[in-house]
């Protein structure tokens, strides 16, 4: 069948933009070999975040007792937490897909993988379809790395933990990104042991020194073992049964009851039949596009997660916006100079938009810098929940917000402060001058900013 327009995966960018130029006349194939919805509703951001939920409900009950309120013996029912979480996976799911179901005659919607037979031709479940315009919404899955060893072990990725009933005695984390700390945390909360193993020096090692030490600092004192800076030379089955064990490149080991590898992503290109299709990809398999999102193929137009750099929910949900714009020939920003903020959702967040210390040192920009640890925040403190701290980098010319990073309670919320001065391009003074309700998080943000000279 001839379509206008070809959108392959129905993730956070492939169903928006579908569903919206099917409602603006064209005649739309949306395909999905999966489920509608992409990673993040099915187990990305819903999933996890439903889960993390329940293990700080239970962290929050052990620690009742330093506010005065005193509880028994906290158990947590894993089997219980799996089901609240498939329930709303569910919920999500199936509100995407009445979404694309609901969408009216013009557009089409099909179940099977999509891989190209042909420059703008597909083909799906047998059928070859073609259009005008492909937009590719493939998405990634986890990296499995190639350490000796691994493919003889049981081990577990972020979808596969989520689906577990029994607590393990001792996870194992390889990996100590996004990822691979929000699960960390969450099942030493659960009870488990946990042990993470980084090759870097620093867990969240993309961020300065100084907000990676601050939550190596509260998983240090909820008791998890951080082997940082070593790598893992070989995994093997341990000595008691369906143990596994990890030899790093120090000479040590670790040995535990499950692994978690969490070390990255990779782009859904492999059986996509890019060579036919003409879409260039680079040395991971990312998908090549320039600032439009166009491919190498004419008519061809890639989203999401598969063109590799920030891998977010909700910079994908933006890619199909601007997408749909350029589609629509009307102006839009390009992509790369979008500001892109994000959060780690452990428990102080993480959180960050534009450049952080390091990125504005090697690339010799001028900055004015404050900090503020977060046990300032009064608000923090009658809480108890002072873990953190807070930076800021100014533009000493003209004092606009060149990034900011917090790691604090509800870090990926405050963020969003600093990210509505840069997107209007409005010099900090503005946070100083402005009253903030007392008290709060949001005034501990004002604090940060008159840490400067020119604003004490």
């Given at each position: 069948m001839r379509f206008d327009v070809i959108v392959v995966g129905a993730g956070q960018a492939g169903t928006p933009l579908a569903t919206t130029l099917a409602d603006e006349g064209k005649r739309v194939l949306l395909v999905e070999r999966a489920h509608v919805g992409g990673t993040c509703v099915n187990t990305g951001c819903t999933p996890t975040k439903t889960m993390l939920a329940s293990a700080r409900a239970?962290?929050?009950?052990?620690?009742?007792?330093?506010?005065?309120?005193?509880?028994?013996?906290v158990r947590v029912d894993l089997s219980a937490v799996v089901d609240r979480k498939d329930e709303i996976v569910r919920q999500w799911r199936e509100g995407s897909r009445s979404r694309v179901e609901d969408a009216g005659e013009n557009l089409t919607f099909m179940e099977g993988h999509a891989r190209f037979v042909e420059e703008r031709a597909l083909e799906v479940a047998g059928e070859r379809h073609s259009a005008e315009t492909v937009v590719l919404n493939v998405g990634g899955r986890p990296v499995r790395p190639s350490v000796p060893g691994l493919d003889e072990v049981h081990a577990l990725d972020n979808a596969s933990i989520m689906e577990l009933r029994e607590l393990p005695d001792h996870l194992l984390v390889m990996g100590g990104g996004y990822i691979g700390c929000e699960f960390a945390q969450m099942f030493r909360r659960f009870g488990a042991r946990v042990t993470i193993v980084q090759r870097a020096d620093h867990l969240l090692n993309r961020e300065d020194a100084d907000i990676s030490e601050a939550i190596e600092d509260v998983f240090r004192q909820e008791g998890i073992e951080l082997r940082t800076g070593v790598d893992v030379r070989r995994v093997s089955n341990g000595a008691a049964e369906g143990s596994v064990r990890l030899l790093l490149d120090d000479g040590s080991d670790v040995v535990g009851s499950h692994l978690l590898v969490a070390v990255g992503r990779r782009p859904n290109t492999e059986d996509l039949g890019c060579e036919r299709g003409g879409v260039e990809l680079d040395d991971r398999g990312f998908i090549v596009v320039d600032e439009g999102y166009r491919t190498s193929a004419e008519g061809v137009y890639?989203?999401?997660?598969?063109?590799?750099?920030?891998?977010?929910t909700h910079t994908s949900w933006d890619d199909h916006r601007l997408l749909y714009d350029i589609l629509g020939g009307r102006e839009a920003t390009p992509r790369s100079e979008r500001l892109i903020p994000y959060a780690v959702f452990t428990d102080p967040q993480v959180a960050r938009v534009g450049v952080s210390e390091r990125e504005a040192a090697q690339r010799g920009i001028p900055y004015e810098l404050a900090t503020l640890p977060f046990e300032s925040v009064a608000r923090a403190i009658e809480i108890d929940e002072p873990a953190g701290v807070m930076k800021v980098l100014l533009d000493p010319a003209t004092e606009r917000v060149l990034g900011a990073a917090i790691v604090g309670a509800e870090a990926g919320e405050l963020i969003h402060i600093f990210v509505v001065l840069m997107q209007a391009n409005a010099p900090a003074r503005a946070i100083v001058d402005v009253q903030h309700i007392h008290p709060s998080f949001a005034e501990g943000v004002q604090s940060l900013v008159m840490q400067l000279d020119r604003y004490a």
């Open positions: 239970a962290h929050v009950a052990r620690r009742a007792g330093r506010l005065g309120v005193r509880t028994g013996e890639a989203v999401g997660d598969v063109i590799g750099g920030p891998q977010f």
